[in-house]
Nanobody, 125 residues
């Protein structure tokens, strides 16, 4: 059973930065669109970023554009999400998952699989 492993979360002050990592033991990330999602307490899970296979084109939710950057290292089979200028409303459990139906970003959440347990990001002063 494939399960992604997220890491890199933590507690930071507003304006701070974190770099999240998504590893996929036993699964090659290179051929799939990889999405980053988050879920805050009492809220639905939402997509925040996606990186496509191949050249790695990226998509971001409007509120994250300019602050979050997705990247990947195919040699390490790892996808990253750089979080900058963090705000308290970014506090959430962050997940990564693979879109098994397409190699380019743009799919709905139900197309994603191999969800990890998430990594907690807490932004507070």
């Amino acid at each position: 059973q494939v399960q992604f492993v997220e890491s890199g979360g933590g507690s930071v002050q507003p304006g701070g930065s974190l770099r999240l990592a998504c590893a996929a033991p036993g699964f090659s990330l290179a051929g799939y669109a990889i999405g980053w999602f988050r879920q805050a307490p009492g809220k639905e899970r939402e997509g925040v970023a996606c990186i496509s296979s191949g050249f790695g084109g990226t998509n971001y939710a409007d509120s994250e554009k300019g602050r979050f950057t997705a990247s990947k290292d195919n040699a390490k089979n790892t996808v990253y999400l750089q979080l900058n200028s963090l705000k308290p409303e970014d506090t959430a459990l962050y997940f990564c998952a693979a879109n098994l139906m397409r190699s380019q970003c743009g799919g709905a959440q139900h197309e994603y699989a191999y969800w990890g347990l998430g990594t907690q990001v807490t932004v507070s002063s």
